[in-house]
């Protein structure tokens, strides 16, 4: 019987999945796979929707009664945290047009900023990163229309994840702040971005962390075997631009989360509840990733 499995048509989760989706993956059962955008996934899974799911980490606290988080498979590590975009730079900080400020506490009080999902780990990071001034109000755009909508004036400022990173200067937009680098700098743990959930009595944890790292290994040991299927979901993306975002979020932590791993999560998650935007999570996620 086949397992449902949803994930983003972005070159690191097609990479990493590209063996279990085929086959390829020894022991693994048949899949089903859906394409969609994380927002999309974060509400799925709280219907139970999918046997396998990638989630933002800041979902996590909604989820975990009927998931088990992966210890693999997902997104996080260093220097590709998300980025605040604006037309041309914040009117306070002139001449700064094109660095990213990983300290700076902007004033976005009176601004109307676009972001991709009110449950991503983006936004969760700016809602922290902005707690002392937050912006006049929020929008939820699909991502592909944020950086436009910049451009045109629509927005005052726009929060960004993936290949952003590498193509807003083509928009004219200017990087008010690099969250990541902010979130690093001020604990000095990598950023954890998306998840790979199992639903609880569907499918047994070890056993997908298993298929999962044996896909990422083969992904690794040939990359030209995945290519035509990343290129084929990669949204219009250059060729360059998807082996720059495969580079920048597949790495250690997508074969395994480790001690960093799990304490970054629990670093942001406990943050965030401390200051009430998420739930209390129950316990160390690295301790009970399988009970």
């Known amino acids: 019987m086949a397992l449902s499995l949803a994930i983003s048509p972005c070159p690191n989760d097609t990479f990493v999945f ?4 085929h086959g390829r993956v020894p022991g693994a059962p048949p899949v089903d796979v859906t394409y969609a955008d994380v927002d999309v996934t974060n509400t799925a899974a709280e219907r139970g929707a999918f046997d396998l799911v990638k989630v933002s980490y800041a979902a996590l606290p909604w989820l975990l ?5 992966l210890p693999c498979g997902g997104a996080l590590g260093r220097g590709c945290g998300p980025l605040v975009l604006t037309r041309s730079g914040h009117p306070d900080r002139p001449g700064h047009a094109d660095r990213p400020d990983p300290a700076g506490r902007a004033d976005l009080s009176g601004a109307t900023v676009a972001v991709p999902g009110d449950r991503t780990t983006a936004y969760l990071l700016f809602r922290l990163w902005a707690a002392e001034r937050p912006p006049a109000r929020i929008e939820v755009v699909p991502f592909h229309e944020i950086m436009p909508g910049v451009a045109a004036g629509r927005y005052d400022a726009g929060l960004v994840i993936h290949e952003a990173r590498f ?3 083509r928009h ?3 990087a008010l702040v690099d969250l990541g680098e902010w979130w690093e700098a001020d604990t000095g ?4 971005l998306g998840a790979i959930l199992a ?5 047994d944890p070890q056993a997908a962390a298993g298929w999962i790292r044996e896909s990422v290994r083969q992904a690794w040991a040939d990359p030209a075997a995945s290519r035509e299927y990343v290129l084929a979901h990669a949204q219009e993306m250059e060729p360059d631009v998807v082996d720059r975002h495969i580079g920048l979020y597949v790495n250690e932590f997508t074969a395994d989360l480790g001690d960093a791993g799990f304490a ?3 670093a ?11 739930p209390q999570t129950s316990s160390s996620l690295a301790t009970a990733w399988t009970s």
């Open 18 to 21: 590209h063996g279990l989706v």
């Open 65 to 69: 009664d009927d998931y088990h988080l």
């Open 167 to 169: 193509t807003y200067r």
């Open 172 to 174: 004219g937009l200017t």
């Open 189 to 192: 743990l990598p950023i954890p």
């Open 199 to 203: 639903r609880r009595g569907a499918v």
């Open 264 to 266: 970054a999560v629990e």
């Open 268 to 278: 942001l998650l406990g943050r965030a509840a401390d200051a009430g935007l998420v």
